[in-house]
């Protein structure tokens, strides 16, 4: 949610699943679902691997010459692999708030999937490169 008034918090915390279990730390009192979300090749998978707190889940698969007509990537920048599915970490928040991350794929094709991760997310992050 986007604030209005310096003093409206930016994103709406939900209660998380499970707070205190044991998978969450007792002190988590709050959760939110972010999509990141993207061209081919911006580096969705390199942040969420990156921020993740967890092993983060990821969809990685090798790029194929076939490929190439349906998923071109601009540049030669020796990208080998591509998100075919999702990816997908956590980060925690000065100890009390979880944000579950959630990274799509960047082809065009995946948008029926975009618009599937996207319900209930509270905010989004988009990445793209100059020239995308």
């Given at each position: 949610?986007?604030?209005?008034?310096?003093?409206?918090?930016?994103?709406?915390?939900?209660?998380?699943?499970?707070?205190?279990?044991?998978?969450?730390?007792?002190?988590?009192?709050?959760?939110?679902?972010?999509?990141?979300?993207?061209?081919?090749?911006?580096?969705?998978?390199?942040?969420?691997?990156?921020?993740?707190?967890?092993?983060?889940?990821?969809?990685?698969?090798?790029?194929?010459?076939?490929g190439?007509r349906?998923?071109?990537?601009?540049?030669?920048?020796?990208?080998?692999?591509?998100?075919?599915?999702?990816?997908?970490?956590?980060?925690?928040?000065?100890?009390?708030?979880?944000?579950?991350?959630?990274?799509?794929p960047?082809?065009?094709?995946?948008?029926?999937?975009?618009?599937?991760?996207?319900?209930?997310?509270?905010?989004?992050?988009?990445?793209?490169?100059?020239?995308?």
């Amino acid at each position: 949610m986007v604030s209005k008034a310096a003093s409206e918090p930016l994103i709406e915390a939900a209660p998380p699943p499970a707070a205190g279990g044991k998978y969450l730390d007792s002190n988590v009192s709050g959760a939110a679902k972010i999509l990141v979300v993207g061209p081919l090749g911006v580096g969705k998978t390199t942040l969420i691997g990156t921020v993740s707190e967890i092993q983060p889940l990821s969809t990685e698969a090798s790029m194929t010459q076939a490929g190439v007509r349906v998923d071109p990537y601009p540049g030669d920048s020796g990208k080998k692999t591509t998100t075919v599915a999702l990816d997908f970490g956590r980060l925690t928040i000065d100890g009390d708030l979880v944000l579950y991350l959630f990274g799509t794929p960047g082809q065009q094709r995946f948008l029926p999937a975009w618009q599937d991760l996207a319900k209930g997310r509270s905010a989004r992050s988009r990445w793209w490169t100059p020239g995308t």
